[in-house]
Structure formats: structure tokens, C-alpha cells
């Protein structure tokens, strides 16, 4: 049964392929989702001053994106797929794209890309939904899913590790494809927490524990010592996934600006699509 029943796929103006339409409409093909082709415009100052008013120009941009969506659509639509567009005016289109799938109660925003700018981080921890960086040379059916989770983290991590599973559960299914899971524990955090040499040990009960509570085969559920980042581009190597399936917290302000987190340090370490949950 399908869980994704909106798609919001993020488009592109001026960009040769519309990876994210092309993606949500494969998905949706097989999932019976409807989607909206979402599309944010806005001109700045010295932008606008090239039409005879501020007004004019918002409307003959606007409706200029308006017929290019609707073609873009029309080019990649399938006979069994309904897709809606919608044209805003928004200099903040990371906001824009959030707002608007809170409005229709989006159950999956679909972006094309990855270059882990800004822009892109914001909609990441501003997103009422999981978000599919999709990834223009990637499939999606019959593939191999990696969830990363954290089992050593407090309640808020288990929190984020149950939608980071149900997330990966609902698109394996959707999918036909393979789910994994892999945890990786920071060197540094085990010693301090007293796991060390004990923790290397004892690998196996750890992966019984966590195969059995989020109900996987014990041998797609892989746990290591080493850095999260190191760790888990390893097994997207390994296993050659096809989609990760990571969290994200929010952090606000300059904190969040320069430190960042693991799902958004992992889109330029990674050519897999990325599938962030919130």
C-alpha cells in the first residue's frame, strides 16, 4: 500500500533535464501519486527595472513559467499520472517549496541535485516531509536501499531513527528494492561511552539487537566503528545503493550554517539519490 499519495517535484527554469519531474513521475507511475511540478520565481531590483513596472513584470515572468511548466509536463507526462503546476513568487525558494507542501499536505518533496549549498540545507531542516535529492543517472525500482540510523543515540535519535526506518520500509516497498541498514559509531563517542574494545567485540549482538528491533535480516544490517561519514559512503560503495535514506536535525542560525550535519555533508559524498527525513 502506498504512503506516498503527493509528490512535490521541485523544478528547474533553465535546466536541460528536470530530474526531479522525470523521478516523480517514474515514482508515481507505480505508486498511483498525484503530483504538483512546483516552480519559484522572483527578479530582483535590477531585474525588475527592465519592465515598465514592478507589477508587469511579476505577471509576464509568472506567466511565462506558467506555459514553460505546463510543457514541461506535457513532455514527460504518462497516461496514468495527474500532475498539477504551481507558479509562486518568492526570492526564498527553499521557504516557498515548504510552505507550499505543508499546504497540500505533500508527502514527499522530490529535488533535483545536491551541491549541499545553503538553499538547498535549508529546505532540508525547513521540509514538513521527507525529501528525495534525486540524481539524474540513478534508477529507482529493484535497487538496493541504505538506511542510516544511530542505535547509541538519546530519545530524540530514536525518534528520528523510527521515521529514518519507516521512511526506508515504505519506499523498499513501493519499490521492490532491497533494504539495508548501517550504523556507524564515531570512535571517539565509544571510548567515552565506555564501549570501546567491548563494542568491537561484541559486533554481532549489536546486530542482532538491531535487526530484530527494526525487524531486518541480521545480515542486511551492518554496524562499524569510524567516522559516520567515512562509514557510511563505504557501504553505499559496497552495497552500490541506489538510494540512502538518512535524518536531519534542524539547526537554526549561524550554528546551523557552519556545522551542518551528516545528511548534508553526505550530498556531495555521494552520487546515490538521498532520501532526508526530518
Not at 507542501?101 to 540545507?121: C, E, M, T, V
Not at 538506511?147 to 516497498?173: K, Q, R, W, Y
Request: net charge negative; hydrophobic share 40%; with cysteine.
Amino acid at each position: 500500500m502506498t504512503r506516498y499519495l503527493k509528490y512535490l517535484a521541485v523544478m528547474e527554469p533553465g535546466s536541460l533535464h528536470q530530474t526531479a519531474l522525470t523521478k516523480a513521475i517514474t515514482l508515481a507511475d507505480k505508486t498511483n501519486a498525484s503530483i504538483t511540478a512546483f516552480v519559484c520565481a522572483y527578479l530582483s531590483a535590477d531585474e525588475i527595472n527592465h519592465y515598465p513596472s514592478r507589477q508587469e513584470g511579476k505577471h509576464l515572468v509568472l506567466n511565462k513559467l506558467g506555459k514553460w511548466v505546463s510543457s514541461q509536463v506535457t513532455s514527460h507526462i504518462k497516461p496514468r499520472v495527474e500532475v498539477s503546476t504551481e507558479v509562486t513568487w518568492n526570492s526564498d525558494w527553499p521557504s516557498a517549496v515548504s510552505h507550499y507542501a505543508k499546504q497540500i499536505n505533500a508527502n514527499l518533496i522530490i529535488q533535483s541535485g545536491g551541491d549541499g549549498g545553503i538553499p538547498q540545507r535549508k529546505l532540508l531542516r525547513s521540509a514538513p516531509c521527507p525529501v528525495l535529492v534525486a540524481r539524474a543517472t540513478t534508477h529507482i525500482f529493484g535497487g538496493m536501499i541504505l538506511a542510516a540510523v544511530d542505535i547509541h543515540g538519546d530519545d530524540t535519535h530514536m525518534a528520528l531513527n523510527h521515521a529514518i526506518i519507516t521512511a526506508a520500509l515504505n519506499l523498499a516497498e513501493d519499490t521492490n528494492s532491497t533494504l539495508h541498514l548501517v550504523c556507524a559509531l564515531d570512535e571517539k563517542e565509544a571510548v567515552a561511552s565506555h564501549l570501546g574494545f567491548e563494542y568491537l567485540e561484541d559486533t554481532n549482538t549489536q546486530q542482532a539487537i538491531t535487526a530484530e528491533r527494526f525487524g531486518i535480516p541480521q545480515d542486511q544490517v551492518h554496524i562499524q566503528l569510524g567516522n559516520p561519514h567515512v562509514v557510511i559512503s563505504e557501504w553505499v560503495n559496497i552495497l552500490a545503493v541506489d538510494v540512502l535514506v538518512i535524518g536531519t536535525q534542524a539547526r537554526k542560525g549561524i550554528a546551523g550554517t557552519l556545522i551542518g550535519n551528516t545528511a548534508e555533508k553526505m550530498l556531495t559524498k555521494t552520487g546515490c539519490d538521498l532520501l532526508v527525513v526530518n
